[in-house]
């Protein structure tokens, strides 16, 4: 029952050795950068504002290059263990933060983001109070890079016969 459990954390001896088997593949697949967001849609009233939902479901946002070394922003839902929805990133795009009207919540007012992909806006809202402060820098780092770097880059080696 809870064999899992004790694989992650190392206390089952018996399929310890499979477990590294298993984290040494899964390495690859790891995300760039993981951290917990929800979604929030955005939908065009009539009189030209845009109503804002958020999603309340318990989310997660991993940053993948995908095997054409485009850039993937997935949105995984932590209770169904399943990726919802996947955004390829073709341009370099930066989350900005969103000045959101103060809400009954002020504590969540500083957490919501914005960007824009394909003339299309796109909202998230940090799900975790306690958010590492420079997350957002890091986020953005990764989207100004839309296509994986490959792993020798021309320009680099050029400048090392320069110098040689």
């Known amino acids: 029952m809870y064999s899992d459990l004790f694989d992650s954390i190392g206390g089952n001896a018996a399929s310890?050795?499979?477990s590294n088997a298993r984290s040494n593949s899964s390495d690859e697949n790891k995300p760039l950068l993981s951290f917990k967001a929800g979604k929030v849609e955005l939908a065009l009233q009539e009189n030209?504002?845009?109503l804002a939902t958020p999603d309340t479901r318990r989310c997660q946002v991993n940053l993948n290059y995908n095997d054409d070394s485009q850039?993937?922003?997935?949105?995984?839902?932590?209770?169904e263990k399943k990726v919802m929805d996947t955004i390829r990133i073709t341009d370099?795009?930066?989350?900005?933060?969103?000045?959101?009207p103060k809400s009954q919540d002020a504590d969540t007012n500083d957490r919501v983001y914005y960007w824009k992909l394909?003339?299309?806006w796109r909202m998230i809202w940090l799900q975790d109070k306690e958010e590492d402060p420079?997350?957002?820098?890091?986020?953005?780092?990764?989207?100004k890079v839309p296509t994986k770097p490959s792993a020798a880059d021309p320009a680099e080696?050029?400048?090392?016969a320069a110098s040689g």
């Open 92 to 100: 370099p795009v930066k989350l900005e933060q969103a000045d959101v």
């Open 134 to 143: 420079e997350l957002i820098d890091k986020v953005n780092e990764i989207l």
């Open 157 to 160: 080696a050029g400048d090392d």
């Open 71 to 79: 850039l993937t922003w997935e949105w995984f839902d932590r209770r």
């Open 48 to 50: 030209g504002k845009f």
């Open 16 to 18: 310890s050795s499979s």
């Open 118 to 120: 394909d003339n299309e």
